[in-house]
T-cell receptor, first 114, second 113 residues
Framework: NAGVTQTPKFRVLKTGQSMTLLCAQD?????MYWYRQDPGMGLRLIHY???????AKGEVPDGYNVSRLKKQNFLLGLESAAPSQTSVYFC?????????????FGEGSRLTVL | DQQVKQNSPSLSVQEGRISILNCDYT??????FLWYKKYPAEGPTFLIS?????DKNEDGRFTVFLNKSAKHLSLHIVPSQPGDSAVYFC????????????FGTGTRLKVLA
């Protein structure tokens, strides 16, 4: 049972570099989300998708782009990384209207921008 | 504006006693409330949820209470065990065309042996 898988797990970037985080889920979920976790800030929603080919902005979308070309994958891109984007990034997925409303999370990707 | 608030950053409880974690919200349109547990270097894992039409949900040692008039929910863990030591996040699901989950800032629970 893979569930939600994030790659890479760790990455160090220099300011101005670009990178892409990949999230893959094998549960046939429609909804996928990208969150960032910072000390004292909890989990904040960056972008989300309600289905293949659709994306929408969350609470803190600036500096990030996303794509959902396939239902099982949700990519988070940083075009020009900044130190303020140093964080732990979590991808999550859900069925949308499931009874428990449960979100399933990946293990996280720790990004450091120098 | 923070729609979901956890006002206690940390909580320490003796093993065997009750742990009570609290959460307040401001939006009456949330349809589900959830609690997640997070260990260091791991992703959050689902613990228990409650529909907005209920006032209590129980699963083993974990019970969630919802007080809609006060816009308040709480998680009770009885009895608390050292393995329960983790960060607990409260979350609320809202629907405005799509489902979005808003999280609180978390409460770090330490269960003392």
């Amino acid at each position: 049972n893979a569930g939600v898988t994030q790659t890479p797990k760790f990455r160090v970037l220099k300011t101005g570099q670009s990178m892409t985080l990949l999230c893959a889920q094998d549960m046939n979920h429609e909804y996928m989300y990208w969150y960032r976790q910072d000390p004292g800030m909890g989990l904040r929603l960056i972008h989300y998708s309600v289905g293949e080919g659709t994306t929408a902005k969350g609470e803190v979308p600036d500096g990030y782009n996303v794509s959902r070309l396939k239902k099982q994958n949700f990519l988070l891109g940083l075009e020009s990384a900044a130190p303020s984007q140093t964080s732990v990034y979590f991808c999550a997925s859900s069925l949308g209207a499931a009874n428990t409303g449960e979100l399933f999370f990946g293990e996280g990707s720790r990004l450091t921008v120098l | 504006d923070q729609q979901v608030k956890q006002n206690s950053p940390s909580l320490s409880v003796q093993e065997g006693r009750i742990s009570i974690l609290n959460c307040d919200y401001t939006n009456s349109m949330f349809d589900y409330f959830l609690w997640y547990k997070k260990y260091p270097a791991e992703g959050p894992t689902f613990l228990i949820s409650i529909s907005s039409i209920k006032d209590k949900n129980e699963d083993g040692r974990f019970t969630v209470f919802l007080n809609k008039s006060a816009k308040h929910l709480s998680l009770h863990i009885v009895p608390s065990q050292p393995g329960d030591s983790a960060v607990y996040f409260c979350a609320a699901r809202g629907f405005s065309g799509t489902y979005k989950y808003i999280f609180g800032t978390g409460t770090r629970l330490k269960v003392l042996a």
